[in-house]
């Protein structure tokens, strides 16, 4: 497995931008899809964006056309960064590492602690 550690979340006002990163250990994260996932407060757990080994990217509906996901294999790291930001993107951001490009959480083995994503309005 893989050890991940998220940054970059902060406060924001909507129509604004942030760039998570999450750092990852080990020398075979270029051998994993990564993915970002978001929780708010009691909903579920659910998918952002994910990126595979081949860079391709795959994106839920809600942030299609604002958030790019990418990653730098020389660095072991992933970003997610979030333009045109809405209220309801207010949550706690998760990025995971997995065996395959897949919105399921499921999916994925390893998981970072989280940085929260507040967006104001």
């Known amino acids: 497995q893989v050890q991940l550690v998220e940054s970059g979340g902060g406060l924001v006002q909507a129509g604004g931008s942030l760039r998570l990163s999450c750092a990852a250990s080990?020398?075979?994260?270029?051998?994993?899809?990564m993915g970002w996932f978001r929780q708010a407060p009691g909903k579920e757990r659910e998918f952002v964006a994910a990126?595979?080994?081949?860079?391709?990217?795959y994106y839920a509906d809600s942030v299609k056309g604002r958030f790019t996901i990418s990653r730098d294999n020389a660095k072991n790291a992933v970003y997610l960064q979030m333009n045109s930001l809405k209220p309801d993107d207010t949550a706690v951001y998760y990025c995971?590492?997995?065996?395959?490009?897949?919105?399921?959480?499921?999916?994925?083995?390893?998981w970072g602690q989280g940085t929260q994503v507040t967006v104001s309005s």
């Open positions: 995971a590492a997995g065996g395959d490009l897949s919105s399921r959480p499921s999916r994925y083995d390893s």
């Open positions: 080990g020398r075979t994260f270029s051998t994993y899809a």
């Open positions: 990126i595979n080994t081949r860079l391709i990217t």
